[in-house]
């Protein structure tokens, strides 16, 4: 073979540089477009991550406008018409019902997902919410997001201390809880609502409850916040 007919091989082996161009366009412009349609096919990888990271069962619901949504530009941004968070303790249970859910958390605090650091939400709103909590008496409570404390845990209570949660922003609308502590002897329900600081607005917050506290009645009421004069 000439060494022309070699050169001509080599060129039409080697693939044209403006190709590689052309591909990397096209695979910015279907990053841009996942983004803009807020990624709705990671619904179920989302799910089953966060299952992982909670240990136990989280479930995103949502149709049309209340679809799953996420936004990666500037931290993580999470939308989900109904978001269910199973209960360890509890057969079929549910810790958390959130309707109307929304989260920003920053790209840092993704390590602590599957590491022992702090949870950290810079903002968490809800249109509503349901929250049962509850703590036997061994010391094992459906907030301790361990692997020690799920379905198939042993019955000692968890070596390891609790996970902290930290949120900088909280809104809810309307939300309704109950709380059975065996170990602070505490049976109570009641309602709370939050609402983050605006332009116009301090943050505020208002908790109602009653139940019992060691076999004796108990009621609980407190509010905070003000408008910001203008």
Do not use: C, K
Request: hydrophobic residues 50%.
């Amino acid at each position: 073979m000439s060494s022309a007919a070699a050169r001509r091989l080599r060129f039409a082996m080697r693939p044209p540089r403006w190709g590689w161009w052309v591909a990397l366009a096209a695979l910015l412009a279907a990053l841009a477009a996942a983004e803009a349609q807020g990624w709705w096919f990671l619904a179920h990888p989302a799910e089953v991550l966060t299952s992982r990271a909670l240990h136990r069962p989280v479930r995103l619901h949502g149709e049309g406008a209340s679809r799953f949504q996420l936004h990666l530009l500037d931290g993580i941004r999470l939308e989900a018409g109904r978001v269910v968070v199973s209960d360890p303790l509890a057969d079929g249970g549910v810790m958390l019902a959130a309707d109307g859910l929304r989260l920003r958390l920053p790209w840092s605090s993704l390590p602590a997902a599957w590491g022992d650091q702090p949870w950290h939400l810079a903002q968490v709103q809800a249109r509503s919410m349901v929250l049962q909590l509850s703590r036997r008496a061994d010391g094992r409570a459906n907030w301790q997001f361990t692997a020690a404390d799920s379905a198939a845990a042993a019955a000692e209570p968890p070596a390891d201390p609790p996970r902290r949660l930290h949120i900088d922003e909280l809104g809810v609308g309307h939300a309704v809880f109950s709380l059975d502590d065996a170990v602070l002897g505490v049976v109570a329900h009641g309602r709370f609502a939050a609402s983050a600081a605006g332009a116009d607005r301090a943050a505020a917050w208002d908790l109602q409850a009653a139940g019992r506290y060691r076999g004796e009645p108990l009621r609980l009421q407190a509010r905070a916040g003000a408008a910001i004069a203008g």
